[in-house]
């Protein structure tokens, strides 16, 4: 295949896809490539897709995407060995239209977004791996494949080959990450029938709910586990960052195990069987972490460009902007003429303009913050727990005893200092 393409997008990801598609939609020849045997088979999500972003590139997509629920419901658990400590929101007003976000499964969902890039033009060919960017005088003019004669040319190159982005560190715009910079999550899909996650989750027709908890999940190291309903379906999963999984000695199998069987968690997964098991990393990394995404003739997206907010699990929606900005970008340089890296430099100037990079800015040194400084974790969600059982047990002690025994406490661990101290450590991280 010697045919030369507008443009050459690597990776049929929530970022890759949507580039293809507003690519194609805008009449520019687009070839997208994808290694798994199908769009969405290697790929792994905790499973919770944002409406908005999607929205934007197809309107009123919840009419015909493979969905699983809307998300009514966000809870946050802070856990402790034997209790919880929760807070959330439920709000009728996200089951219906315009809807706030959905669980989805990826394999069906990134199949059918795909599908939709092939009906605005795009050709789609899976089973191919790019081995990397051809690079001539300086400008990316193509990529080669592992098929036979199969070095392929376009205007524009479009990395979007995920995580670990190994044409992004071929081309030099990134080194090898740090491990503080990527989290491991490991993840499983438990078949259940509707019914029993309706009861269990309290739960109408075509509601969801998601749970995100912290603490004793991670088994109090830096990350989260979630708990997702589907249709059919819950989403479990576990992640802490390299870093800390070494440095805790922690296996992600084990904390997925230890997870399951939490006596807070264990009642809701009940005669649950376990239909998939799923492993990978997400670029946890942020402001600091993002690479140069636009070169001659290259421009990378999604979570090759490390365009994950990690404290609000947002990934694949930054994937699909960052998509959609990249394709402007192009389609501009295209009428143009110009290729140059100034020119895609528009992309790099639109994310930076977006809620993308400026809620990654805003977030900057919260990952860092949380991992050098373990307590926040490690002592004070057990503190909240002890404090809430404290405050919620009736002895006959009066309610201003009590709040002074549990201050007390409180302060005799840690002294009031360190607890200010702390307090105003992660005020400033997330501020
Ligand atoms: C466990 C887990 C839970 C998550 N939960 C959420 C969530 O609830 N909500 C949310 O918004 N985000 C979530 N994320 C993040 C989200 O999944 C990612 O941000 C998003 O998938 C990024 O999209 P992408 O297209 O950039 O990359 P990917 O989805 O990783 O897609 C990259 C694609 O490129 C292909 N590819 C890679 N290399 C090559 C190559 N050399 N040649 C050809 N093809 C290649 C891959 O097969 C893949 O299809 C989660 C991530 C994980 C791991």
């Given at each position: 295949m010697?045919?030369?393409?507008?443009?050459?997008?690597?990776?049929?990801?929530?970022?890759?896809?949507?580039?293809?598609?507003?690519?194609?939609?805008?009449?520019?020849?687009?070839l997208l490539i994808e290694r798994g045997e199908y769009p969405g088979s290697k790929n792994v999500m905790g499973g919770v897709l944002?409406?908005?972003q999607l929205e934007e590139i197809i309107p009123e997509f919840w009419k015909e995407a493979p969905l699983e629920r809307p998300v009514i419901e966000q809870r946050f658990w802070m856990l402790d060995k034997e209790s919880v400590v929760q807070f959330g929101y439920k709000?009728?007003?996200?089951?219906?239209?315009?809807?706030?976000?959905?669980?989805i499964l990826r394999?069906?969902?990134?199949?059918?977004?795909?599908?939709?890039?092939?009906?605005a033009g795009a050709l789609l060919i899976n089973e191919t791996v790019v081995k990397e960017c051809l690079v001539e005088d300086g400008k990316v003019?193509?990529?080669?494949t592992d098929r036979p004669d199969g070095d392929l040319f376009a205007d524009v190159v479009v990395l979007a080959d995920g995580v670990n982005s190994l044409l992004g560190k071929q081309l030099g715009f990134h080194k090898e990450f740090r491990p503080d910079e990527v989290a491991l999550t490991v993840m499983e899909v438990i078949n259940l029938p509707k019914d029993k996650i309706n009861d269990r989750f309290n739960l109408s027709e075509n509601q969801g709910c998601t749970i995100e908890i912290f603490g004793d999940s991670t088994k109090?190291?830096?990350?989260?586990?979630?708990?997702?309903?589907n249709k059919e379906s819950l989403n479990i999963g576990v992640g802490t960052t390299l870093s800390s999984?070494?440095?805790a000695k922690l296996r992600p199998y084990d904390l997925l195990d230890h997870l399951k069987t939490h006596p807070m968690v264990k009642p809701y997964l009940e005669g649950g069987e376990s239909a998939e098991y799923l492993a990978h990393l997400i670029p946890e990394g942020g402001y600091r972490s993002v690479p140069k995404v636009a070169g001659n003739g290259v421009v990378v997206v999604g979570d090759a460009a490390q365009l994950v907010n990690a404290?609000?699990?947002?990934?694949?929606?930054?994937?699909?902007?960052s998509g959609k900005m990249a394709a402007e970008a192009i389609i501009q340089a295209k009428n143009d003429g110009d290729y140059s890296e100034s020119s895609l430099n528009r992309y790099r100037e639109a994310l930076y303009d977006s809620f993308i990079i400026k809620d990654l800015e805003k977030y900057k040194d919260a990952a860092h913050t949380f991992e050098k400084h373990p307590q926040y974790f490690n002592d004070y969600v057990p503190m909240m727990n002890q404090a809430a059982s404290k405050f919620f047990t009736v002895d006959g002690t009066p309610k201003r005893e009590k709040q002074k025994q549990i201050m007390q406490s409180i302060t005799k661990e840690k002294g009031r200092i360190k607890v200010l101290q702390d307090l105003y450590r992660a005020w400033k991280a997330v501020k």
């Amino acid at each position: 295949m010697s045919e030369k393409f507008d443009v050459i997008v690597v990776g049929a990801g929530p970022a890759g896809t949507a580039c293809a598609y507003t690519c194609a939609k805008n009449g520019l020849n687009v070839l997208l490539i994808e290694r798994g045997e199908y769009p969405g088979s290697k790929n792994v999500m905790g499973g919770v897709l944002y409406r908005k972003q999607l929205e934007e590139i197809i309107p009123e997509f919840w009419k015909e995407a493979p969905l699983e629920r809307p998300v009514i419901e966000q809870r946050f658990w802070m856990l402790d060995k034997e209790s919880v400590v929760q807070f959330g929101y439920k709000g009728l007003e996200w089951g219906q239209e315009p809807y706030n976000n959905f669980t989805i499964l990826r394999a069906q969902f990134d199949q059918w977004f795909a599908k939709k890039a092939v009906e605005a033009g795009a050709l789609l060919i899976n089973e191919t791996v790019v081995k990397e960017c051809l690079v001539e005088d300086g400008k990316v003019v193509g990529v080669r494949t592992d098929r036979p004669d199969g070095d392929l040319f376009a205007d524009v190159v479009v990395l979007a080959d995920g995580v670990n982005s190994l044409l992004g560190k071929q081309l030099g715009f990134h080194k090898e990450f740090r491990p503080d910079e990527v989290a491991l999550t490991v993840m499983e899909v438990i078949n259940l029938p509707k019914d029993k996650i309706n009861d269990r989750f309290n739960l109408s027709e075509n509601q969801g709910c998601t749970i995100e908890i912290f603490g004793d999940s991670t088994k109090g190291n830096l990350g989260t586990a979630f708990l997702y309903t589907n249709k059919e379906s819950l989403n479990i999963g576990v992640g802490t960052t390299l870093s800390s999984m070494t440095k805790a000695k922690l296996r992600p199998y084990d904390l997925l195990d230890h997870l399951k069987t939490h006596p807070m968690v264990k009642p809701y997964l009940e005669g649950g069987e376990s239909a998939e098991y799923l492993a990978h990393l997400i670029p946890e990394g942020g402001y600091r972490s993002v690479p140069k995404v636009a070169g001659n003739g290259v421009v990378v997206v999604g979570d090759a460009a490390q365009l994950v907010n990690a404290i609000h699990r947002e990934g694949s929606n930054m994937a699909m902007s960052s998509g959609k900005m990249a394709a402007e970008a192009i389609i501009q340089a295209k009428n143009d003429g110009d290729y140059s890296e100034s020119s895609l430099n528009r992309y790099r100037e639109a994310l930076y303009d977006s809620f993308i990079i400026k809620d990654l800015e805003k977030y900057k040194d919260a990952a860092h913050t949380f991992e050098k400084h373990p307590q926040y974790f490690n002592d004070y969600v057990p503190m909240m727990n002890q404090a809430a059982s404290k405050f919620f047990t009736v002895d006959g002690t009066p309610k201003r005893e009590k709040q002074k025994q549990i201050m007390q406490s409180i302060t005799k661990e840690k002294g009031r200092i360190k607890v200010l101290q702390d307090l105003y450590r992660a005020w400033k991280a997330v501020k």
